[in-house]
């Protein structure tokens, strides 16, 4: 499975914005997915995990109601919706794991995007 994140850029706090994970491969449809962020000299930390399916979503105390992740299976795309705050500044990155479930730690996915950088200012 090959990952691409897209979508993040420089915003103000309190805007929307979301990020895209496109996915390439016949198991994306089957694996849970997530997404990481890390901000700059700081750990990769856990953000958001979705099921194979949608029905069963995860999320850090820090982003839970304000970020919602979902995924269309037939365009092999996971998504995260952001209501931002200057602490999300971040690369976020996506990730799939060869496993239908949900993990929370980094070690539990196989597959990473690249990254994509969000910057919010206050």
């Known amino acids: 499975v090959q990952l691409q994140a897209s979508g993040g850029g420089l915003v103000q706090a309190g805007d929307s914005l979301t990020l895209s994970c496109a996915a390439s491969g016949r198991t994306f449809s089957s694996s849970t997915m997530g997404w990481f962020r890390q901000a700059p000299g700081k750990e990769r930390e856990f953000v958001s995990a979705i099921s194979w399916n949608g029905d069963v979503t995860y999320y850090a105390d820090s982003v839970k109601g304000r970020f919602t992740v979902s995924r269309d299976n037939a365009k092999n795309t996971v998504y995260l919706q952001m209501s931002v705050k200057p602490e999300d500044t971040a690369v976020y990155y996506c990730?799939?794991?060869?496993?239908?479930?949900?993990?929370?730690?980094?070690?539990?996915?196989?597959?990473w995007g690249q990254g994509t950088l969000v910057t919010v200012s206050s």
């Open positions: 990730a799939g794991a060869a496993s239908r479930l949900l993990f929370r730690s980094a070690t539990n996915y196989a597959y």
